[in-house]
């Protein structure tokens, strides 16, 4: 089975990305076509979805311009996966506590931009995430820091008393760069569970 991956290719580590998510696909004996896209249109034809870091301000300028805000959320309404990482969850949150951030409102939570200090105050923290049986080496670079989550929200994983992985439906959001490691699991687990994969593979165990 072949799977569409679109990958927001406006800031961020994207190529990255884009080989996270074909080890992630292949573990689940799928393939994934990554699709780079800056304009409307290439959405509404992907399977998955993945909003990278980057600048959160210029990110959302630019899906509000070019009318990709509108696909993104009818992609989310249709339950379709979304991987939101770093300045992604600040974009995809209800509340950026910047007003020159236009926000989705995809992750019912609030946000801190670039809470968890400069570049300089960049690190690697194992991480506790539910869903996976090992720690995640997450990496922290300018992170934000979530202040509030909605009661609908799951956290996935926190560090120093603080959430730093949210589950909102189909949409999941981190505060660190998951693409900075060699580790796919938390693409894996944001983008490949309920997917066709998992549920073709559900199905085959109850046969």
Do not use: Y
């Not at 049986?133 to 202040?147: G, K, M, N």
């Not at 959430?163 to 983008?191: K, N, Q």
């Amino acid at each position: 089975m072949t799977l569409t991956a679109g990958v927001l290719a406006v800031q961020g580590d994207v190529s990255e990305h884009a080989a996270a998510i074909e080890r992630a696909a292949a573990a689940h004996g799928e393939e994934a076509v990554v699709r780079e896209f800056r304009h409307a249109g290439t959405v509404p034809d992907c399977d998955v979805l993945l909003l990278p870091g980057g600048e959160s301000t210029t990110i959302s300028r630019l899906v509000a311009r070019e009318g990709i805000d509108e696909e993104i959320i009818a992609h989310v309404d249709a339950g379709k996966p979304v991987l939101a990482t770093c300045a992604g969850l600040i974009v995809a949150s209800t509340d950026a506590n910047d007003d020159r951030v236009g926000t989705l409102d995809l992750v019912d939570v609030t946000v801190e931009r670039n809470a968890f200090g400069r570049q300089k105050d960049s690190f690697q923290a194992p991480l506790d995430v539910t869903g996976l049986a090992e720690p995640f080496p997450a990496v922290f670079i300018r992170s934000p820091v979530i202040d509030t989550v909605g009661d609908g929200v799951e956290v996935l994983a926190t560090w120093d008393g603080r959430p730093v992985a949210v589950r909102d439906g189909p949409v999941v959001g981190t505060a660190f760069h998951p693409e900075l490691t060699a580790d796919s699991r938390l693409h894996d687990l944001a983008l490949f569970d309920g997917t066709p994969a998992e549920r073709r593979d559900a199905a085959a165990a109850d046969d």
